[in-house]
């Protein structure tokens, strides 16, 4: 028997639908639709929040952060020196000076 292939075949680049990086809009608008809920009721949000358990409270600002700012990513860098350099003090000081007006 003969095998049947189903979808696209291998190797064919993906067409149609949302391309990559695009921001998703709901994500968007739930984000936009907290900040204005917690803007315009900022005040009593604050004292419902005094009024919980310190461990409650916690589990709802983190909660609450995941939709209004972004998470952060470690970022790992190598850096390699190719050679190196020895300078007295008056040439680093020289040399800090052109950089200085350069950049």
Known sequence: MNKKTVGRPKGTPKTGGRKK???NKITQSVREWINFLLDKNRIQFEK???AVEP???LNIL?????????????VQTDIE???EVEL???EAKEL????????
């Open 21 to 23: 990086g695009t921001p």
């Open 96 to 103: 800090l000076k052109e950089l200085e007006t350069e950049y």
């Open 48 to 50: 419902d929040l005094l």
């Open 88 to 90: 007295s003090k008056e």
């Open 81 to 83: 020196f190719i050679q």
């Open 55 to 57: 461990k409650d409270r």
């Open 62 to 74: 983190i909660k609450l952060l995941e939709y209004t700012t972004p998470k952060m990513q470690s």
